[in-house]
């Protein structure tokens, strides 16, 4: 897979992709990302990328020629699976939507800045709006960053453990089990037997019913109305 991201900062996203799992999968050469900056692509001398608003009102607005100039020359160079805009008013980003992103061959992501882009850049360019929640952040580059690593740590080969992108949180629509590690008993709290027993089939019930009473606890929207409903599964935290 190969990731185009297109930003007014750069250097917000260096860090993220020159480090741990991104850097593994650059490495392996599973996947890529370019960050591509778009003062590159403004001309005149002050390289202005973005404009006040027509109507007045407070805060810059991004300009659609620089943005169409860097798009028309990113898209002669491959054929985008989908040309992404990151904005709180987009589609919420979840678990199944990194799913179906990870399938991809290249994605282009555009990052928002000041008080976004002109319309006419969704309207003419953007395929699909994706929002990483209810909050505003000073530009998209963090959400860019964001779903660009769910993305790509769900491709095969970028993980070691192969089946653990299959047990993270959500992926089965329910929170991942708690889990523990060496010392079996810490200042008298114990490890749960039944994860010291070595059978697997119990293991994995028990985990399966701490899941469910973990959502059921924390994230009940995630379970179906009948599901929440069901007592046989208690809860241990207040
Ligand atoms: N840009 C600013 N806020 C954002 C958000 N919540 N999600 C995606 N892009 C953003």
């Known amino acids: 897979m190969h990731i185009d991201i297109i930003t007014v900062v750069p250097d ?21 990302v370019k960050v591509h900056n778009l003062r590159d692509y403004a001309t005149g001398k002050q390289k202005q990328v973005d404009d006040y608003a027509f109507g007045g009102g407070a805060g810059m607005v991004m300009q659609i020629e620089p943005i169409a100039r860097c798009i028309e020359a990113l898209k002669k160079t491959r054929t985008y699976d989908e040309i992404i805009y990151m904005t709180p008013d987009g589609k919420t980003f979840d678990q199944p939507m990194a799913n179906t992103l990870s399938l991809h061959q290249n994605l282009l992501i555009l990052c928002g800045h000041y008080k976004g882009v002109d319309e006419r850049v969704r309207e003419r360019f953007i395929t699909k709006e994706i929002s990483i929640g209810d909050f505003v952040l000073s530009g998209g580059e963090l959400a860019a960053a964001v779903v660009a690593d769910a993305i790509i740590r769900l491709i095969p080969g970028v993980l070691n453990d192969e089946t653990s992108a299959l047990t993270d949180s959500f992926q089965d629509g329910l929170l991942a089990p708690p889990v523990y590690t060496r010392p079996a008993e810490y200042e008298g709290m114990k490890v749960p037997e039944v994860l010291l027993s070595g059978h697997e089939a119990k293991i994995n019930e028990w985990r399966f019913e701490a899941s469910v009473r973990r959502t059921r606890e924390r994230r009940p929207d995630l379970l179906s109305k009948e599901e929440s409903g069901k007592s046989d599964v208690k809860s241990n935290k207040k």
């Open 12 to 32: 917000l996203l260096t860090g993220p992709f020159s480090h741990s799992i991104l850097k593994r999968a650059e490495d392996k050469g599973i996947a890529s």
